[in-house]
Structures are given as C-alpha cells and as structure tokens.
C-alpha cells in the first residue's frame, strides 16, 4: 500500500482525494491542512488529517509521495517543514503555481524526484486535464503510479519541457474561465435581442454544455461537428464569417489571450 501526503485541502487538494476515493485507489492518505476541514472523508479509515507538521513528523512515517497543493506563498513558508520530511526516496509532486522544479532542486537535493504539475478546475468533477513535466530520475513505474493518480481526477497529458507547463497555464489552466465567459457573453446578447434574462442563460449554458458532451461522446472531430451545423448560405455560416473575419475574427483574439496569459505566468514564475 502506498503512503500519499497531501499538503493543503483546498479546492483542488479535496478533489484529488475525492478522486482517490472514487477510484478506490489502495493507498494510506496523509492531509496537512491548518484550516478546519469539514468534509465526510474525515471518517475515512484511510485518511487521517493532520492540523500541523509537527503531528505528522510524531508519526515517523517515509511516504511514498508528497503532493503539494498550496499557494506559492505557503511554499516559502513551509520550506523548513518540508526538509524535515525530505527523503531521497520520496516523489514530490507539485501542483503549486509558478513554482518550477529548480526551485525544489536548489532548496532540497539536486538528486529530489520532483513532478511539476498543472491540473484544471473541472478536477473537481473529476473531468480536469493535467499537464505533468518530471525530473529524469524517475523510474518507469514510477512515472506510471503518478499517472494513475492523477488520471483520478481527469485526463493527464505528460510534457517533455518544463516551459510548456506555461502553455498549459495559458490553455487549460485559464481555459474553463474562457468558456465561461464566451457563454456569459453569448447569455447577454441573447437577452439584448429580446429573450429573457432567464432564457438567454439556459439556452447558452445548455448550449455549452451539450456541445462539450457532443464532442466528448463523439469520434468526430472538432472541425467536423462545426460542419455539421454549417449550412451553405446558412445562419451560422453568416454568424462563422464575423468569427473567421482575418484580422479581427476571434483565431486573431485568442491567440492574443493566450500569449497575454503565458507572459503573465513567465513573469510569476519563480525559479
């Protein structure tokens, strides 16, 4: 049975175990959260939660695995709770934003077995994706166990350089607000055009999320399913032609969304 420590039981701490859980993963789970945590997995036989690092060093435990799910500020914070737990041995998985695995190499070993990974908030409906970059001393089976606890809550896709984890930011990371608010536009001009408040929204969040399903149940691709509903001479071949426009259609636009996004991430970063 593997040990996992979970450090931080926020929004995305609690749904990676809530995916452990589900997936019924035969593992000892180990929370670090300072916060008080109401949560039915308190009653876990396999969870405990630990309000401290004291508590859990009392235990003279070597996990397998240490995920950290904290801001970056907490990171400095509890860099010298984290030496004390460090073992050649262990895995360290980090989920903590802008902190690249230098960072962990400079401050713990040169030789630490860091994972940097950048999951997205639909994790917390078990339906994220997660980009995964990880040092070159891992062992095969390994790097395998890490997919499959990280595939628990959504897809995983693994990445051969570490400044493309910014790309993910950029794109899946930031993504799901983009949709969001493609549909909360959509939801305005439904009701600037004469349907109610109510109706504008249910026909443009039903819209967004029916697609979603279409594509995710489908083998067709993308670029087929807009066919699909592109009539020659059509409404939406009328409302494609505004979207496509060359220099300002929306390609244009998100293309500068998501290079304004990478910048950002690049100035966060700490090495």
């Known amino acids: 049975m593997k040990k996992i420590l ?76 984290l030496k004390l737990i460090y073992n050649p041995k262990t895995i360290f998985i980090s989920i903590v934003a802008g902190v690249s695995t230098k960072w962990f190499s400079d401050n713990f070993s040169k030789n630490i077995k860091i994972v940097r990974a950048m999951p997205n908030t639909p994790a917390s409906v078990l339906k994220g994706v997660t980009g995964v970059f990880h040092s070159n001393n891992l062992l095969k089976s390994e790097i395998n166990y890490i997919n499959k606890i990280l595939k628990c809550i959504g897809k995983v896709i693994f990445l051969k350089k570490q400044n493309l984890i910014d790309v993910v930011t950029a794109i899946s990371g930031s993504g799901p607000a983009y949709f969001f608010f493609l549909t909360e536009i959509l939801s305005k001009v439904g009701e600037k055009f004469g349907l109610s408040k109510k109706d504008s929204l249910e026909f443009s969040s039903s819209t967004f999320v029916g697609s979603a399903t279409l594509f995710d149940k489908t083998k067709l691709s993308i670029s087929k399913l807009r066919d699909n509903v592109t009539s020659p001479g059509g409404t939406t071949e009328a409302a494609l032609k505004i979207l496509k426009h060359k220099d300002k259609g929306l390609e244009k636009l998100i293309e500068k969304t998501v290079e304004n996004a990478i910048l950002r991430a690049k100035k966060l970063n700490k090495k």
């Open 6 to 81: 979970l450090i931080g039981y926020g929004k995305m701490g609690s749904a990676i175990v809530e995916g452990w859980v589900s997936n019924k993963l035969d593992i000892k789970i180990y929370v670090i959260e300072k916060e008080k945590i109401n949560s039915k997995l308190v009653s876990k036989k396999n969870i405990l939660f630990l309000n401290d690092f004291e508590n859990f060093i009392k235990l003279n435990l070597i996990v397998d695995y240490v995920l950290l799910a904290i801001k970056p500020q907490q990171l400095t914070k509890t860099k010298n709770d």
